[in-house]
């Protein structure tokens, strides 16, 4: 996937992260859920940082570019063993709970590089998990991208009705 839905796609993420986080009542918190959204499409451009032409290389500078030249796209940066390593780090920061946020960011950008030709999500093993249903950048993808992030969107509304319908029935 391209940058620009990668973005788009986290920013859902850290949204929905938010509204999940204060159980629907983000107006009470905006700077929470501000700075979930924010954090979420950052986070969603993160793994990218293996690829030298990407949208978050291009805005970190030479230090990673220099990365980019050593690592393979959609390896180790796309892997369990990324995510685990991020959760470890942000569970020793202040605020662990909006870079959660970021974490949940990078993670639909792994998920949603899967159809789009696969990650190293085992690295380092090497066999990529994937589809390649959909080609980066094509027609597929600027149908894709809104389906997954109008799904992201939802998901926080859907289990707000469903906790209603349960309170109602009981």
């Not at 009542?25 to 990218?48: E, N, Q, W």
């Amino acid at each position: 996937m391209m940058g620009v839905s990668h973005r788009t796609i986290g920013a859902a993420t850290g949204f929905s992260f938010a509204m999940l986080e204060t159980g629907n009542h983000l107006l009470s918190y905006p700077v929470f859920g501000i700075g979930c959204t924010v954090l979420g499409a950052i986070g969603a451009l993160a793994p990218d940082l293996d690829h030298a032409n990407s949208t978050a290389t291009k805005h970190v500078g030479i230090v990673a570019r220099i990365f980019s030249s050593f690592v393979t796209h959609r390896g180790m940066t796309h892997s369990i063993l990324a995510v685990y390593l991020l959760y470890l780090v942000s569970t020793h920061m202040p605020y662990s709970m909006v870079t959660m946020a970021f974490i949940a960011g990078y993670v639909s950008h792994i998920i949603a590089d899967i159809p789009f030709g696969g990650v190293s999500l085992f690295w380092p093993i090497k066999t990529r998990i994937g589809f390649g249903l959909f080609k980066t950048g094509g027609l597929s993808e600027k149908i894709v991208a809104p389906i997954l992030t109008s799904g992201i969107l939802i998901y926080p509304v859907h289990q707000n009705i469903l906790k209603m319908i349960m309170r109602m029935t009981s």
